[in-house]
């Protein structure tokens, strides 16, 4: 499966940023999907994480209650709604699948994932 993100840009402290993933190749639906940040001289650090279905999802503490996970299997895609962004969300954002069977718990390390896109700078000036 190919992946990509789009959606990244220079925004303001306490702006809006709605970050895209496509995928081609197979279908969205047999993937649990998941959202990961990286920023200069960082490891490369969890953000967000929804099932196959929708049903669940997981959010790292540093997002929670600004960012929303989404998707769209029909249209074999994934969002990810940021809001009240600071600085600190200052990074490349990528999105990934994996084929887990399990539902739950879902994911949170990089190295569980197969599949990666490439990333999408985002940027929070002060």
């Known amino acids: 499966v190919q992946l990509q993100a789009s959606g990244g840009g220079l925004v303001q402290s306490g702006g809006s940023l709605r970050l895209s993933c496509r995928t081609s190749?197979?279908?969205?639906?047999?993937?649990?999907m998941g959202w990961f940040r990286q920023a200069p001289g960082k490891e490369r650090e969890f953000i967000a994480a929804?099932?196959?279905?929708?049903?669940?999802?997981e959010y790292a503490d540093s997002v929670k209650g600004r960012f929303t996970i989404s998707r769209d299997n029909s249209k074999n895609m994934v969002e990810l709604q940021m809001r009240s962004l600071e600085p600190e969300d200052t990074a490349v954002y990528y999105c990934?699948?994996?084929?887990?069977?399990?539902?739950?718990?879902?994911?949170?390390?990089?190295?569980?994932?197969?599949?990666w896109g490439r990333g999408t700078q985002v940027t929070v000036s002060s």
């Open positions: 929804i099932s196959r279905g929708g049903g669940n999802t």
């Open positions: 190749g197979r279908t969205v639906s047999q993937f649990h």
């Open positions: 990934a699948a994996d084929r887990q069977i399990m539902t739950a718990p879902l994911n949170t390390t990089p190295m569980k994932y197969q599949y």
